[in-house]
């Protein structure tokens, strides 16, 4: 079952903008994470967000999380063509966290 | 570059053949993951391995076996699959269930670039 629900689906923006994305999720968590991924090639984690935090900052991303809503964003500022790729949040489904599930995703593309 | 290391890259195999993919890590990670990821949609979690032991198996069909020989290798052993196997399969890896207090799902994930699977 999908956990966390991106949204927007697919986002295209020109270099210099900022990229907002945006999940939610259904049941509550311990801790939420985001990942990219380019085309063609594995996950790479991003950056990770607890429960208890409410805003968590690395280089030009800066995630939010807010668990009354269920709902967390990902901002990526200044962005730039590199950071074209897919974008999926990510949340531990069990009592030790080994059920991960990912969100649909959100596809940016950065236009030079 | 990876640090975890998936082979082949690419596999094309007919629905009798048998194969197996295999991924590797040497980070000391105690956790790894297999997951299907069809195109333009989010991987799908199918097996955990947690100190050599299958931990959880999101009902995948039969024809999928996974095997762990050792904390550093994870292979998935393939038999009379279906065009609708065809996928990229993704190998990851994490710290594991007893690093500290923190439980796994508070250990970020480290991915291999995957093995894109055609089925004939």
């Known amino acids: 079952s999908q956990q966390g629900e991106e949204d927007p689906q697919a986002l295209s923006i020109q270099e210099g903008e900022n990229a907002t994305m945006n999940c939610s999720y259904k049941?509550?968590?311990?801790?939420l994470q985001w990942y990219r991924q380019n085309s063609g090639r594995g996950l790479v984690h991003l950056i990770l967000i607890r429960s208890n935090e409410r805003e968590k900052h690395s280089g030009r991303l800066r995630v939010t999380l807010d668990t009354s809503k269920k709902s967390s964003s990902l901002l990526i500022t200044a962005s730039r063509a590199a950071d074209t790729a897919s974008y999926f949040c990510a949340t531990g489904q069990d009592n030790y966290g080994q059920n991960f599930v990912f969100g649909p995703g959100t596809r940016l593309s950065v236009l030079p | 570059d990876t640090e975890v290391t998936q082979t082949p890259k690419h596999l094309v195999m007919g629905m009798t053949n048998k194969k197996s993919l295999k991924c590797e890590q040497h980070?000391?990670?105690?956790?790894m993951y297999w997951y299907k990821q069809k195109a333009k949609k989010p991987p799908e979690l199918m097996f955990v391995?947690?100190?050599?032991?299958?931990?959880i198996n999101e009902s995948v069909p039969s024809r999928f076996s996974p095997e762990c020989p050792n904390s550093s290798l994870l292979n998935l052993h393939l038999h009379a699959l279906q065009p609708e196997d065809s996928a990229l399969y993704l190998c990851?890896?994490?710290?594991?269930?007893?690093?500290?207090?923190?439980?796994?799902?508070?250990?970020?994930?480290?991915f291999g670039d995957g093995t894109r699977l055609s089925i004939l």
């Open positions: 049941t509550s968590i311990n801790n």
């Open positions: 980070m000391g990670h105690r956790a």
């Open positions: 391995y947690s100190y050599e032991k299958l931990s």
């Open positions: 990851a890896s994490s710290q594991g269930r007893f690093a500290g207090l923190d439980r796994m799902s508070n250990q970020p994930q480290h």
